[in-house]
């Protein structure tokens, strides 16, 4: 990621390469990634704390890929924004065929990027009550719904691999239909009902969201 930066000639901050990275969440002009993940969060009515969170990690000791991704491409590509557009104008700035107006950057990728920090939070972390609404945040509802569904394919030393016929989904305007191998149901069905609201999800015709 520094090589990134340094061939950007970024004034971001550079990263301390450590379990918890330093500078990860530091952006150029000062800018805090974690209070602009913080800010979308609470616009979409969580109430979860970015910084109780990270600091619940490092107390278990444990990392989660989803905080580290998150503020990783908010670092990288807010970067890119700002060698394009360092006075942040929201007017459309063409380069490389893309659109550097700072308008896409505070809706799109921080909404992703907010989608990503919170698409894997351990369910055993207690500051996360309340549920991902799929009508304020559908990306990241729709997210954290693909990252439990998806199983197949999956090669660990501690876990069995399921191949994707195993699997299936069927989609409509009012409701999503999943269809699980049986000894993981009871792990989806938990894990989409502790975290989602707002759209009828069935798994194994079992409704688990609504």
């Known amino acids: 990621m520094n090589d990134i930066l340094d061939e950007l000639k970024s004034p971001s901050p550079k990263l301390n390469p450590e379990t918890y990275p ?76 893309l659109n550097f107006n700072q308008r896409n950057f505070d809706l799109d990728i921080v909404s992703s990027s907010a989608a990503l920090f919170i698409h894997n939070i351990d369910l055993n972390y207690p500051g996360f009550s309340n549920k991902i609404n799929f009508e304020l945040s559908p990306l990241a509802f729709l997210l954290f719904l693909c990252d439990t569904f998806q199983e197949w394919d999956r090669y660990s030393e501690h876990r069995p691999v399921y191949s994707g016929e195993d699997f299936d989904i069927l989609c409509s305007q009012s409701e999503i239909s999943l269809v699980v191998p049986k000894d993981i149901r009871d792990k989806v069905c938990e894990a989409l009902s502790r975290r989602l609201s707002g759209l009828l999800i069935r798994v194994n015709d079992e409704i688990v969201v609504s």
Do not use: F
């Open 22 to 97: 330093e500078n990860l969440e530091k952006l150029c002009g000062n800018w805090n990634g974690k209070e602009i993940i913080q800010n979308r969060l609470t616009e979409w009515a969580l109430g979860i704390d970015v910084e109780d969170y990270c600091n619940w990690l490092k107390k278990k000791n444990k990392t989660d890929h989803g905080v580290i991704s998150a503020l990783a491409q908010l670092k990288i590509i807010e970067a890119m924004y700002y060698k394009i557009n360092p006075q942040r104008k929201n007017e459309d700035i063409i380069e490389y065929n």
